[in-house]
């Protein structure tokens, strides 16, 4: 078996199933496989999980709960009651993230949150929804927003533009958030492993880092999954209360 | 100088991005030891700002990072 040394080759997408329509390519990939994964290991832990509910819970249905509730305090603390009406999407939002980092850990599968497109199309969809919800709760005074209260007027000329940039910049952070850290810490794996691969008997060296990187990507996996969450809530929260 | 070992220092160059990363978590929890010093009830409370601060703050770190991968690997 030849060993793949280059550190990006994980990060390519292949065609599982190709397929056309006209010049659209929308081949069934395996970035695609991993999310459909993805979706189906969440749909079963959630339905199986709460299927026969019991008083005192099983394994699966703490886990199910234990999710439920992580991100129903999560909005509660950070939006209020009223961010429980979104509580579906950043539940969906949460879990879809965990899983596509967490499966990106075993190795030779693929982490779909490795591709910018993918983390900017959430972070697009949650801009997007945002800026709605915002502008569907105050009309046009969600415009005030951009206008920081108890400022001299002339200093406004300034603070505008910036409020303005630091809106519009969000989906860019959010996205490049994730995607950096999934990039980077699954090159600095695949980086570490190489050298395994060619050290031989010191090869125990890289690995014993590897598996202590494999450890902190472990937590990076999750707290970025938290973090992509909590943001969204906060983002959420300025949409509804402004500031 | 050639294209391949400005490729080299130009990644280095990049990796000093790091140093941000590193005093920023560093600080991060520096301020939670010493609060759940004075304070340890408080624990729950402050936790989960500790790691979301610890979160962007090795986010803005990894930018530099990712950089100087896409230089060594990509073009």
Same mark, same amino acid.
């Given at each position: 078996?030849?060993?793949?040394?280059?550190?990006?080759?994980?990060?390519?997408?292949?065609?599982?199933?190709?397929?056309? =329509?006209?010049?659209?390519?929308?081949?069934?990939?395996?970035?695609?496989?991993?999310?459909? @994964?993805?979706? &189906? *290991?969440?749909?079963?832990?959630? $339905?199986?999980?709460?299927?026969?509910?019991?008083? $005192?819970?099983?394994?699966?249905?703490? &886990?199910?709960?234990?999710?439920?509730?992580?991100?129903?305090?999560? =909005?509660?603390?950070?939006?209020?009651?009223?961010?429980?009406?979104?509580?579906?999407? @950043?539940?969906?939002?949460?879990?879809?993230?965990?899983? #596509?980092?967490?499966?990106?850990?075993?190795?030779?599968?693929?982490?779909?949150?490795?591709?910018?497109?993918?983390?900017?199309?959430?972070?697009? $969809?949650?801009?997007?929804?945002?800026?709605?919800?915002?502008?569907?709760?105050?009309?046009?005074?969600?415009?005030?927003?951009?206008?920081?209260?108890?400022?001299?007027?002339?200093?406004?000329?300034?603070?505008?533009?910036?409020?303005?940039?630091?809106?519009?910049?969000?989906?860019?952070? *959010?996205?490049?958030?994730?995607?950096?850290?999934?990039?980077?810490?699954?090159?600095?794996?695949?980086?570490?492993?190489?050298?395994?691969?060619?050290?031989?008997?010191?090869?125990?060296?890289?690995?014993?880092?590897?598996?202590?990187?494999?450890?902190?990507?472990?937590?990076? #996996?999750?707290?970025?999954?938290?973090?992509?969450?909590?943001?969204?809530?906060?983002?959420?929260?300025?949409? =509804?209360?402004?500031? | 100088?050639?294209?391949?070992?400005?490729?080299?220092? %130009? /990644?280095?160059?990049?990796?000093?991005?790091? +140093?941000? /990363?590193?005093?920023?978590? %560093?600080? +991060?929890?520096?301020?939670?030891?010493?609060?759940?010093?004075?304070?340890?009830? /408080?624990?729950?409370? +402050?936790?989960?700002?500790?790691?979301?601060?610890?979160?962007? !703050?090795? !986010?803005? %770190?990894?930018? %530099?990072? !990712?950089?100087?991968?896409?230089?060594?690997? +990509?073009?």
């Amino acid at each position: 078996m030849a060993i793949e040394l280059h550190p990006l080759h994980q990060f390519t997408i292949e065609r599982i199933v190709p397929l056309h =329509i006209g010049r659209l390519d929308v081949s069934y990939t395996n970035s695609a496989l991993l999310m459909t @994964i993805a979706v &189906i *290991l969440i749909t079963a832990l959630t $339905v199986l999980g709460t299927r026969r509910v019991a008083l $005192v819970p099983g394994r699966w249905q703490s &886990i199910a709960e234990m999710s439920y509730e992580f991100v129903a305090n999560m =909005i509660q603390s950070n939006v209020g009651p009223e961010g429980m009406a979104y509580f579906p999407f @950043i539940f969906s939002l949460f879990m879809f993230i965990l899983f #596509a980092n967490l499966l990106g850990l075993i190795p030779y599968s693929f982490t779909v949150t490795s591709h910018i497109i993918v983390t900017f199309a959430l972070a697009a $969809v949650v801009f997007v929804g945002v800026t709605i919800i915002g502008f569907a709760q105050h009309g046009l005074h969600f415009l005030r927003f951009f206008v920081p209260e108890g400022v001299p007027k002339v200093l406004l000329i300034l603070l505008v533009p910036i409020e303005l940039l630091s809106y519009f910049i969000r989906p860019f952070t *959010l996205s490049i958030r994730l995607f950096a850290n999934m990039l980077a810490g699954h090159t600095m794996l695949a980086i570490f492993a190489g050298f395994a691969a060619i050290l031989g008997v010191f090869a125990i060296f890289p690995l014993g880092v590897n598996i202590l990187l494999l450890a902190l990507e472990l937590l990076v #996996a999750t707290l970025q999954a938290y973090v992509f969450a909590i943001l969204t809530c906060l983002y959420l929260n300025d949409a =509804i209360h402004m500031h | 100088m050639d294209l391949a070992s400005a490729k080299m220092i %130009g /990644a280095g160059l990049a990796c000093i991005a790091l +140093v941000g /990363a590193g005093i920023g978590i %560093g600080n +991060v929890f520096a301020a939670l030891i010493s609060s759940l010093a004075r304070n340890p009830a /408080a624990q729950a409370q +402050v936790q989960p700002f500790a790691f979301l601060g610890f979160a962007l !703050a090795e !986010a803005t %770190g990894l930018f %530099g990072l !990712a950089i100087a991968f896409l230089i060594l690997f +990509v073009f």
